[in-house]
């Protein structure tokens, strides 16, 4: 899943072991800079607005993309 992120975004995994359990939780960052941006996954951009994830216009795409050459 992660090679579909474009440009290839730095993961980081941690793995958190749950108390009496045996078992464990996995966990994701993304620590990318805005000079990254915008990233695509599986070719479509998605913005992050407040705690929704919806894909991107083309416009505003096409925006970040001229911002992020320069």
Do not use: N, W
């Amino acid at each position: 899943m992660l090679k579909r992120f474009d440009p290839a975004a730095p993961i980081q995994i941690h793995r958190v072991p749950v108390p009496d359990s045996g078992h464990e939780v996995l966990v994701l960052e993304a620590s990318a800079s805005h000079e990254s941006r915008p990233f695509t996954f599986d070719g479509r951009p998605y913005e992050r607005i407040a705690s929704t994830t919806s894909l991107m216009s083309q416009e505003k795409y096409q925006r970040l993309l001229l911002e992020r050459a320069h």
